[in-house]
């Protein structure tokens, strides 16, 4: 059931709902690879009725970057999602999200403002919040799914589900990648040849500094381990950190668990992210 309007969206969640069914969101922006399958296979465990929402949404995009030529392959995505057997596609267009006169925001804070992500793309988790939060209040959903990749989104959607008691549990779901442990990702399609062979560095090098961490090497030593390794793929660095895996605070040592390591680097003009749990 492919739904484009609002009217239509209510009708399905309040049919739904009469029947007693739980609903599970799994919100995306199409394009979508085996790890979406994995969150859609994850939605369907947790709750009896699944959603997926496909919406590129503009307001996470700076005019610098990709919402023009950002991957959408719909009829691809619709074969994907009929084989997966979904219960609703919510597929609104952009005046549906943000009718003329648009104009509230919401803005996280606490892990939002962690200095990662938000620190290179200052526009994006505003954007992330108020798209999602207009969709859990469209779908009503009781459980909301998001892969571990975007990790700092995890953590802002959930706190903004506890903090605007949303009344929808997010859960997040491991990150799925490739053979050579590159993390999937609709913007892996940018890469060349030559930079799709260099991309598992990244992951190679947050295995690097993670076993030295689990060794108690220091965290300045092991990451400086993890950073030539990318450097030396040919990446330009914007961050590779240790945080507290929750709170996503930083972290000095051991002491702080759990840990998470993130990483964001740009090889050519496509940025990737990655992490993983030291
Ligand atoms: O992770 C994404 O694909 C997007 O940021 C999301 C959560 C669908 C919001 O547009």
Partial sequence: MILRTLPLLRRAVDNFRARKATIALVPTMGALHDGHLSLVRLAKRRAE??????????????????????????KADLAKLAAEKVDAIWHPDVKTMYPDGF????????????????????????????????LFTQCRPDV?????????QLRVVAQMARDLDL??????????????????????????????????????????SAARMRAGDGFTAAL???????????????????????????AASVEDAPLRILVAARLGTTRLIDNMAV
């Fill in 224 to 250: 400086a381990a993890g950073t030539a390794i990318i450097r030396q793929a040919g990446f330009a660095l914007d961050y590779l950190e240790v945080r507290h895996a929750e709170t996503l605070a930083p």
């Fill in 103 to 134: 104009a509230t925001r919401i803005v996280p804070e606490g892990a939002a403002t962690a200095g990662l992500e938000d620190r290179f793309r200052p526009h994006f988790f505003g954007g992330v919040a108020t798209v999602v939060g207009k």
């Fill in 144 to 152: 909301a799914v998001f892969g571990e990749k975007d990790f700092q």
């Fill in 49 to 74: 009725r699944v959603i997926v929402s496909i919406f590129v949404n503009p307001t996470q995009f700076a005019p610098t970057e990709d919402f023009g030529s950002y991957p959408r392959t719909w």
């Fill in 167 to 208: 009344g929808v549990r997010v859960i997040g779901s491991k990150t799925v990648r490739e053979r050579d442990g590159l993390a999937m990702s609709s913007r892996n399609v940018y890469l060349s040849v030559e930079q799709r062979r260099a991309a598992p560095e990244l992951f190679r090098a947050m295995k690097q």
